[in-house]
C-alpha cells in the first residue's frame, strides 16, 4: 500500500492556484502557474536569493500542459492564522507581542547581514524592474492606468475631476493648501526611473509584504514568492515595506483583496478604516480631510524598520531618505491600484497622500502615520 495522499486548502490568487498535499508525511506547498514567463521568473528569483534568506525547498518544478507546477515544503505553523508576519502583527494588536518582536528583530537582522554583504551601486537596467521601472516605462502601468485621462476623483453627484483638471486644481489637505500637475509628476517618475540612471541595489525578495515573510514557531523568518527576488533597488525594496505597512496592508489591501485572507481571518479585524471628508471648495478648491494610521503594531514595524534598515542605508547612499524614496513611494500608490477604480474616500485618501508626499514641507514620519493630524471637517 502507498503513502496516503491528502489534497486541502485550494486557493486561487489572480491567475495562479495554490494547495496544500500531503504525501505520507511529507508536506508540500503546491504553485501553479499559467503564464510560463512569470514561472520562469519565479524560479530564477528563487535561485538568486537561496543563498541569501532563509526559503522553503524547492522540490521539483515542471510543465504540465499550460501549468508550470512548483512544489516546495510547506512552511510551519500552517493552521489558519499562522505561519506569516501578518499573524505576528494581528496577534501583537491583540497584546500577544512575543512573536512580533522576535521575528522582528530576526528579519532586520538578516535584512542587514544580507544588504550589507550585497550592496552595490549600478545601472537600473541591472536590477529587477517589475514594480517601478517596468511600471513607468511606455505602456507600463502608468499608462495604462491614467494614460486616457480617466475620472480620478468622484465628488458628490455628478462633480468629478480627471487626471487633467488637478493641474488646475488646488487641494486643501488638512486644511493645507496643495498644488500638483498629475501629468508633469508622471512624467518625471519615468524620468527617474531612467535603466541608465545609478541606483544602490541589493539581494532581496523584492515584494516584502507581510503575507511573503512568513515566521516559524521558533519565530525565525521565511521568505516566499521570488518573481521580484535579486538585485533590487533599495529605495524601492524600503518603499514596498514601509508602504505595505503604512497603507497597503493597513487598509487596502483587507478592503479590495479580502479573498487573500482567507486562511488568516483575524487579521481583516485589524485593518483600520480611514476617516475621509471631501467637499468641493469652489470650481478650482477641493478639500481633503483625512485621519489615518495604521494599527499599533504596524507603527511599531515601521519605526523598528525606519531605525535599523532605511535610515543607516540612507547615510550610506549620502541621501536625504525622504528623497530618496519619494519618487519609489509614489509609485506604489500610483501602480498598486488604479485610483480612479477606488471608492471616492480611498482615491481622496490616495491623493491627499500623494500631494503631502510632494508639499514642501513634507514630513516622512507624518506620510508613514507615525503622528497625527486630524482632519478639520466632519468626518464621512
Not at 503513502?3 to 490568487?13: A, E, K, M, N, S
Not at 476623483?153 to 488646488?170: F, M, N, S, Y
Request: charged share 20%.
Amino acid at each position: 500500500m502507498g503513502p496516503v495522499i491528502r489534497l486541502g486548502r485550494y486557493r486561487r490568487f489572480t491567475a495562479n492556484r495554490t494547495l496544500h498535499l500531503d504525501v505520507g508525511a511529507h508536506r508540500l506547498f503546491v504553485k501553479m502557474n499559467p503564464n510560463q514567463a512569470e514561472a520562469a521568473a519565479e524560479i530564477a528569483g528563487y535561485r538568486r536569493i537561496r543563498d541569501h534568506y532563509r526559503l522553503p525547498i524547492l522540490r521539483t518544478h515542471r510543465r504540465i500542459g499550460r501549468w508550470t507546477v512548483s512544489l516546495y515544503d510547506r512552511h510551519q505553523p500552517d493552521h489558519p492564522d499562522s505561519g506569516l508576519l501578518l499573524d505576528a502583527l494581528t496577534a501583537a494588536d491583540a497584546g500577544q507581542v512575543t512573536s512580533l518582536r522576535h521575528g522582528l528583530d530576526a528579519i532586520l537582522q538578516r535584512y542587514e547581514r544580507t544588504i550589507a554583504a550585497t550592496i552595490r551601486q549600478m545601472p537600473a537596467s541591472s536590477t529587477i524592474g517589475k514594480l517601478y521601472r517596468d511600471r513607468a516605462r511606455p505602456r507600463g502601468r502608468l499608462d495604462h492606468y491614467y494614460g486616457q485621462n480617466p475620472i480620478l476623483l468622484k465628488l458628490t453627484g455628478t462633480d468629478r475631476i480627471r487626471c487633467a483638471e488637478l493641474r488646475e486644481t488646488t487641494f486643501v489637505i488638512n486644511g493645507q493648501p496643495r498644488r500638483m500637475d498629475f501629468y508633469a509628476l508622471l512624467a518625471e517618475l519615468r524620468a527617474t526611473f531612467d535603466p541608465e540612471a545609478r541606483v544602490w541595489a541589493a539581494m532581496t525578495q523584492g515584494d516584502p509584504t507581510d503575507f511573503n515573510i512568513g515566521l516559524d514557531t521558533d519565530n525565525q523568518p521565511t521568505w516566499f514568492d521570488y518573481d521580484t527576488g535579486g538585485l533590487n533597488a533599495l529605495p524601492g525594496e524600503i518603499a514596498c515595506f514601509l508602504w505595505y505597512q503604512r497603507l497597503h496592508g493597513a487598509w487596502l489591501v483587507p478592503r479590495y483583496n479580502a479573498e487573500a485572507f482567507a486562511d488568516h481571518r483575524a487579521a481583516l479585524a485589524t485593518a483600520n478604516e480611514p476617516m475621509v471628508h471631501i467637499r468641493r471648495l469652489s470650481p478650482r478648491a477641493i478639500g481633503i480631510d483625512y485621519q489615518h494610521q495604521p494599527s499599533p503594531a504596524r507603527r511599531e514595524t515601521i519605526t523598528q524598520y525606519l531605525t535599523h534598515i532605511a535610515m543607516p542605508l540612507a547615510v550610506t547612499a549620502g541621501t536625504d531618505l525622504l528623497t530618496w524614496l519619494r519618487p519609489y513611494l509614489a509609485m506604489r500608490l500610483l501602480s498598486v491600484y488604479p485610483l480612479h477604480q477606488l471608492d471616492p474616500r480611498d482615491a481622496a485618501l490616495s491623493l491627499a497622500l500623494l500631494t503631502d508626499l510632494y508639499a514642501p514641507d513634507a514630513d516622512l514620519e507624518h506620510l508613514l502615520g507615525l503622528t497625527g493630524q486630524p482632519p478639520t471637517g466632519p468626518a464621512s
